[in-house]
């Protein structure tokens, strides 16, 4: 299993305040399409934060205590399963459970971000791919070799950072100031062979090789990738989405509904009609969020 990085260059302006938890606005639906019977993606979307647990006390009145610590992470994930009859929705659903089960278990590790010893995060963020892999991998074991896979996009905002990582081609977004950017690299042989000048980037979509992945969680290969973006920017939105939706709905047209978005709901919604409209031809599921920008009060 090999690890790509990408990481940014790290922001010199004071990023401001961490938005809080009311002002986060998030999103996220799953939806079968119109040709498929079942739903094999799966998502989720959490915040996950320090928690004190009182199991006995004399204290009078200990819901009044600050029982749930500060924000430390905000996570996006999505998994679109690969394989016939339920095996791609198990892979998806043994992956969504796997990561959780590691991010929560890993707590410390969210202080390194964005600080000298980030590197503790993004191994923690590979190594909770690798388990999501093998755990994949021995559920097909168990079920008579019959190989099952899924993607994997991830998205962990650690204030003011973004952090993704990517197995597979589902794929996350990031609008911000008008510009829409795919923040991910799709890991299909489509594309690995426009990185390498043999096929053109505007035939990739008419390529058969443009839904065959190179890389997946439970394949034969799964690679990781972990890049980091810069958040600091009130009112940037982050999409994470299935390829049920950039089948059928391109860079442009997803641009142009970011820029008309009132609520992450109403943008989900939007994109999952339209992408019904056009065919809805593989499951569908869209995940939204953002901290819109704060209103200066009247003075």
């Known amino acids: 299993m090999r690890l790509l990085r990408s990481v940014a260059t790290p922001i010199v302006a004071d990023p401001g305040p961490r938005p809080s938890d009311s002002e986060l606005d998030m999103f996220g639906l799953t939806h079968h399409g119109k040709i498929r019977s079942e739903n094999q993606d799966h998502f989720l979307l959490c915040t996950i934060h320090p928690q004190v647990v009182v199991h006995g006390t004399s204290l009078p009145h200990v819901e009044e205590l600050p029982l749930r610590g500060q924000r430390l992470a905000t996570l996006m994930l ?77 998205g962990i905002v650690v204030w003011p950072w973004l952090y993704v990582l990517q197995v597979g081609d589902s794929r996350c977004y990031v609008y911000t100031h008008g510009i829409l950017r795919q923040v991910t690299r799709d890991q299909t042989v489509a594309q690995s062979l426009v990185d390498e000048g043999l096929l053109e980037a505007d035939r990739i979509k008419a390529s058969p090789f443009n839904n065959v992945l190179s890389s997946a969680i439970g394949a034969e290969e799964a690679r990781p990738e972990v890049t980091r973006h810069d958040l ?51 499951n569908i599921t869209i995940v939204a969020g953002r901290a819109p920008k704060r209103v200066p009060k009247a003075v």
């Open 232 to 282: 600091s920017d009130r009112g940037a939105v982050v999409l994470v989405c299935s390829d049920g939706l950039t089948k059928h709905v391109s860079d442009a047209e997803l641009s142009d509904r970011f820029g008309k978005m009132l609520s992450s709901q109403q943008l989900c919604e939007d994109l999952l009609e339209l992408a019904l409209a056009r065919g809805g031809s593989d």
């Open 78 to 154: 999505v998994a679109d399963g690969v394989g016939g009859a339920t095996a791609g929705g198990e892979a998806a659903r043994i992956t969504a459970e796997t990561i959780t089960n590691y991010v929560a278990s890993t707590l410390r590790c969210y202080h390194t971000a964005g600080s000298a010893d980030e590197h503790q995060f993004l191994d923690a963020l590979t190594t909770a791919a690798q388990e999501a892999h093998k755990a994949v991998r021995a559920n097909s074991a168990e079920h008579g070799g019959n190989v099952s896979a899924t993607t994997l996009t991830l």
